[in-house]
């Protein structure tokens, strides 16, 4: 049972999915924080130095982390013109997770725009993943 | 949105993109068997500047825009990409890079019209 678990985990893919779900939710803890220390008037909350009085952007650096360790455990095994186009499925779930869980209303025209993003990534996953991979 | 945020959601894309190339960049040298250990820690350290820059900016931008509303900003990482390297590696940017560049910019557009 122990093997087949550590097996499982240790899939390439498992740990691009790990990866995905870390990314979604860092984003989300990160806005969280952002949302709880925002002051406008602050010329300084540009540089998003006070971000880190709170406590959610600490966890979202800690899942943005872990979601880094995974990419990189993914890329050990899985070529990047494959794991590229993949992982892009956070265009998706961020959005969605930022209406489910944020509550933040998302017009159509951004749905669209959404939309149109996350197909522009599509038709380049494969040789933008081979230019990266060249740079 | 003001043309400061703008070119602010273009650094942070920029830092990125520079984050990633800079870290493959390191890890190539490191690769190397006659690779300097002093160079690769200098490509290494300026990747996780970078980084830091791209993070903080981020936060920055994040405190004033919805996520849903930014985070689509980030598939530009690829339009940069494909122009970083047609100036750096004079590669030639394939019809099918254009087309995909140009339908996120359009993206992009409907995004922060909206």
Same mark, same amino acid.
């Given at each position: 049972?122990?093997?087949?678990?550590?097996?499982?985990?240790? &899939?390439?893919?498992?740990?691009?999915?790990?990866?995905?779900?870390?990314?979604?939710?860092?984003?989300?803890?990160?806005?969280?924080?952002?949302?709880?220390?925002?002051?406008?008037?602050?010329?300084?909350?540009?540089?998003?130095?006070?971000?880190?009085?709170?406590?959610?952007?600490?966890?979202?650096?800690?899942?943005?982390?872990?979601?880094?360790?995974?990419?990189?455990?993914?890329?050990?095994?899985?070529?990047?013109?494959?794991?590229?186009?993949?992982? &892009?499925?956070?265009?998706?779930?961020?959005?969605?997770? =930022?209406?489910?869980?944020?509550?933040?209303?998302?017009?159509?025209?951004?749905? =669209?725009?959404?939309?149109?993003?996350?197909?522009?990534?599509?038709?380049?996953?494969?040789?933008?993943?081979?230019?990266?991979?060249?740079? | 949105?003001?043309?400061?945020?703008?070119?602010?959601?273009?650094?942070?894309?920029?830092?990125?993109?520079?984050?990633?190339?800079?870290?493959?960049?390191?890890?190539?040298? %490191?690769?190397?068997?006659?690779?300097?250990?002093?160079?690769?820690?200098?490509?290494?350290?300026?990747?996780?500047?970078?980084?830091?820059?791209?993070?903080?900016?981020?936060?920055?931008?994040?405190?004033?825009?919805?996520?849903?509303?930014?985070?689509?900003?980030?598939?530009?990482?690829?339009?940069?990409?494909?122009?970083?390297?047609?100036? %750096?590696?004079?590669?030639?940017?394939?019809?099918?890079?254009? %087309?995909?560049?140009?339908?996120?910019?359009?993206?992009?557009?409907?995004?922060?019209?909206?």
């Amino acid at each position: 049972m122990i093997v087949f678990v550590r097996r499982w985990f240790l &899939n390439p893919w498992t740990q691009l999915a790990i990866c995905v779900l870390l990314a979604t939710t860092a984003e989300i803890f990160l806005k969280l924080g952002a949302r709880q220390t925002a002051n406008p008037a602050s010329a300084w909350s540009w540089t998003g130095l006070t971000g880190l009085r709170s406590h959610w952007v600490w966890w979202g650096i800690l899942a943005s982390v872990v979601s880094l360790f995974n990419w990189l455990a993914t890329l050990r095994k899985l070529p990047l013109t494959i794991a590229f186009p993949v992982g &892009n499925v956070v265009h998706i779930l961020v959005p969605l997770s =930022c209406w489910i869980f944020l509550g933040e209303a998302i017009l159509p025209l951004r749905w =669209c725009g959404i939309a149109l993003v996350l197909l522009g990534l599509m038709i380049v996953a494969q040789p933008a993943a081979t230019l990266e991979e060249r740079m | 949105m003001t043309l400061f945020a703008a070119l602010l959601i273009f650094v942070t894309v920029s830092c990125f993109v520079a984050g990633q190339i800079l870290l493959k960049r390191a890890m190539d040298i %490191i690769a190397q068997p006659t690779s300097s250990r002093l160079h690769a820690t200098l490509v290494f350290t300026s990747a996780i500047v970078v980084f830091a820059m791209n993070f903080f900016i981020n936060i920055g931008l994040l405190q004033r825009f919805d996520l849903s509303y930014f985070f689509p900003f980030q598939g530009l990482s690829v339009v940069i990409i494909a122009f970083a390297g047609a100036f %750096i590696l004079h590669e030639k940017v394939s019809l099918r890079l254009t %087309i995909g560049s140009i339908v996120i910019s359009l993206g992009v557009i409907l995004v922060s019209i909206s």
